[in-house]
Every structure is written in C-alpha cells, then in structure tokens.
C-alpha cells in the first residue's frame, strides 16, 4: 500500500511538471486541461478494459448481503479520517457525533461489518483533509485529473497522502496481500456505485467538461458545507447539465484546434475511477 501511495505521489510530480510546460488554448480555470484530458482518455481505457466490467459482475453476481457487508467494512476502516478532520476543522461536535458512530460500529457492528449507528439514527459525517485546508482559506487552485484517482484539484490532489496516514485500510499493520485485496475490493467497490451513473455521462457530448463542472460544484458545496448559492446541484440540475453538454441534433461536431486534443466521444464509457458525482448519495474520499 505504501509503494502504492509513493507511486501515486510520484505521478502526482510528473504531472504537475508537465502542466506547467503546457501551452495553447484552455478552458478558463482549467490551465491544465490539455493534460488532463489525455489523464482522462487513461482512466477511460483503463475503465472499460478492466474496472467496470469487474464492477459490473459484482454488482450483478455478488449477493447484495455480502456487498452491503464490504461497503460497511470499508467505510468504517476509513472513517478515521473523518474524525481527525473534524477536529482539525474545530467542529467539536461533529468529532463527538463521529466518535460516537465509531465506537458503536466497532463494537455493536462487529468491526464495522454491520451498521448499527445508522439504525440508532448516528449521522455521518464526510470530511477529508481538502476539506480541512478549504475551510482554513487555502483555494482550490486548478482542476487536476489523477491516474486512477480522477477529478481532484492542485489543492486536493496531495491531501490524498494526508488522508492515507488516517486511513486504517493503510494504517493497519496488514501482510502485503491483504493490503492489495483492500485497495481492489475499494476500487471495485466504488466503481460498482457509481454504474448507475454511467448513462449521464455517456449521453454528454463532451463527458470530460461535464464531469469537470459536475465535480466542481459538488466539492465546493464539500468544503463549504452547503452554504453556496443554490446549495449542492440536485438530480434535475444533473440532467439540465447534461442536457447543455449534449451535441444538438443535426450538428456536426466541431474540429478541435491544431494544439488542442479532440473532446472524448459520447458513445464510450464513463471512466474516472475515483469520480465524484454531483450527488450526496456517494461518500467522498481517497478510496471510496
């Protein structure tokens, strides 16, 4: 997990470089769009090749009880995060509210396998350490796609390793096979939750664009806990969106600028492996 981790920081590097040696027309907001489509046109091949066929079998094979029981195990093993970042916000009540939940998923739940607190009516909370940085005045900074991790920002992007160091899935002393068996059971795990998400994306004219401003919105609702205008983009505000990236019938597509990659094409599949939808129902954070 940790070679995994270093790994992740290393490309992280090598990214940053080359975006600041890119030139031609961008998006504004977007200086490093340029690479982030080709990171982006990545984590699609990678996606249709391997992650959602993977999810999509478990999704339709694996009993619902033991996919409940694997989301449950995980979530817990992650939510120390939660409760550092709480503390770290000076949210006093929420540490509490979520130490609490831990505390009863830990022993009522069995280590996490069962759900108690939610039943007790326990509230969860959802920070990671963006979130703790936002809250204290640190901008966003660009939009950044991650191999492998998708949407994130120059902000984000290194809080990842922060997280990692709270995480139990890292943390724990684990054999090596263990730690891997974790890091793909998450990644099936959330690529399995966000299938039903896929035909939105898909039916976008340029997906990347739609994703970015889908990922944007929701996360800036995140670190500011709700209070934007408008509040976090609802399902219909989703499909409104959607509808604004689509191709208008009987309209030939745009040529790309000499400099500048193509959109990606509609009709292939939704690829981000760690995409943030614009949706409350999909828990934020490194691995989930």
Known sequence: MIVYLRAATGALTALLLAGCATTGTTT??????????????????????????????YRNHVPQLIQTGVDNVLEHLAFPTTIVNDLLQLK?????IDLGRFAVNSTLGIGGLLDPASRFGIPRNDEDFGQTLGRWGVPSGPYLVLPFFGPSSVRDAPAIYADAQTDLRVRLDLDATTEWVLVGLSFVNRRAELLPFDPSFDSAYDRYAFIRDAWLQRREYQVKDGDVPGGEITPEELEELERDMQEPEGTPAPEAPVDQPPPDAAGSSSSDTSLIPASAEIAGGTFR
Request: zero cysteines; charged letters at 30%.
């Open 28 to 57: 504004p907001g977007d200086p490093f769009e340029r690479m982030n489509r080709g990171t982006h046109r990545f984590n699609d091949a990678v996606d249709r090749a391997v992650l959602k066929p993977v999810a999509t079998g």
């Open 92 to 96: 006093i009540k929420d540490t509490l």
